[in-house]
């Protein structure tokens, strides 16, 4: 007799739960196709891809690996610590939609470190921020962030350029969205509103006030503090105000940065915190220059997520995880092998004390 599907999750996950992960171990890349194309899955270690795609059928049934809805399956069905469900369509020339799905196992929860929530029962939305949110908030109090996140990643000056580029049925509220935001910023831009900013972003209980600061900072480029403020904000416990920080950062033009400071804050996201910041983070860290002495405080004992990405097929996952890892390497490239990158990883140390 057979044993019931349920039994079998079950008795996979239970099995999963007891297979001790092996620090820098680097899982194998599952592949499968779909009818709309090739579909990779990253961070396996105790699960396989049999036994994920069981789970999804079982906890929704009809439900695949490779529809759009199963990100919420994943993160609230499944337990997995993170996850990310990422479409590349028309990048490849072959007219397939590629899927990629990046995920931290439950039994790897650790890996993912948000910062302290911060615990205010009173907290509100700031009188100064409502000009920006209350627009796109509505009437059952939902928030609809895309309508700003989407601005975020252009500059003021190249949003009416990428206005005119979209679906005539589409420009009227776009305009205005991003119009909206525009305003908001350009009446934010002296250095008292960077100083609030930087507190509001670090220390507000209300995620829409730190939702807000993270906008105003893309005013503020050329400080040092900006940069770190907003990758320190990639581990914040609202997924919208990680949304904004990511953003922004993406806008902000390329100059270099000490990162010294933000060890601890890049060391977690590169080891697997926020699973989908990592990819544009690598290409923060490249535009900024990074310097190859921060190599061993960010990878030793810690390379193995950013190795992952260079099995990836998906366009442009594996050449950020390279051009990261070049850059550490001070110019010097090791190729596409992943196996060579991490020979090199194994060889990092820390300095010893004198």
Not at 17 to 36: F, H, K, M, N, W
Not at 69 to 88: H, I, N, P, S, W
Not at 159 to 169: G, I
Not at 251 to 267: E, H
Request: net charge positive.
């Amino acid at each position: 007799m057979s044993m019931p599907l349920s039994h079998r999750i079950l008795r996979r996950a239970a099995l999963a739960s007891t297979i001790a992960l092996l620090p820098g171990a680097v899982s194998a890349q599952a592949r499968y196709e779909s009818p709309d194309g090739p579909v990779e899955v990253m961070g396996l270690r105790t699960w396989t891809l049999p036994m994920l795609r069981d789970s999804i059928r079982h906890y929704v049934p009809g439900q695949e690996l490779h529809d759009a809805a199963c990100q919420v399956t994943l993160r609230e069905k499944l337990g997995f610590a993170d996850a990310q469900v990422m479409y590349y369509s028309g990048m490849t020339g072959d007219g397939k939609r590629h899927l990629l799905i990046k995920l931290v196992e439950p039994a790897a929860r650790s890996r993912v470190q948000w910062n302290p929530a911060i615990l205010d029962r009173g907290a509100s939305l700031r009188p100064g921020n409502a000009e920006l949110l209350l627009p796109i908030t509505d009437s059952t109090g939902g928030v609809h962030i895309r309508r700003v996140a989407f601005w975020l990643q252009f500059a003021v000056e190249e949003r009416a350029a990428a206005v005119a580029r979209m679906p005539e049925a589409m420009r009227a509220e776009a305009r205005a969205d991003a119009d909206r935001l525009s305003a908001f910023q350009r009446a934010r831009a002296t250095e008292s509103h960077r100083r609030m900013a930087l507190e509001a972003l670090s220390g507000d209980a209300f995620w829409g006030n730190r939702y807000a600061a993270a906008t105003v900072l893309a005013n503020f480029g050329a400080h040092d503090s900006t940069w770190l403020a907003l990758v320190h904000a990639l581990r914040d416990p609202n997924e919208g105000v990680r949304g904004a920080a990511l953003g922004v950062l993406g806008s902000l033009p390329p100059r270099s940065i000490d990162w010294r400071p933000a060890i601890d804050d890049l060391r977690a996201l590169l080891g697997g915190t926020n699973v989908s910041g990592i990819g544009p983070l690598m290409r923060v860290l490249v535009k900024t220059r990074i310097a190859p002495e921060l190599a061993a405080p960010l990878l030793q004992d810690n390379a193995d997520w950013v190795l992952e990405h260079l099995r990836v097929a998906a366009p442009m996952v594996a050449g950020d995880a390279r051009a990261l890892l070049r850059q550490l390497n001070g110019g010097a490239d090791l190729g596409s092998s992943p196996e060579a990158w991490s020979e090199w990883a194994s060889r990092l140390s820390l300095p010893q004390p004198r």
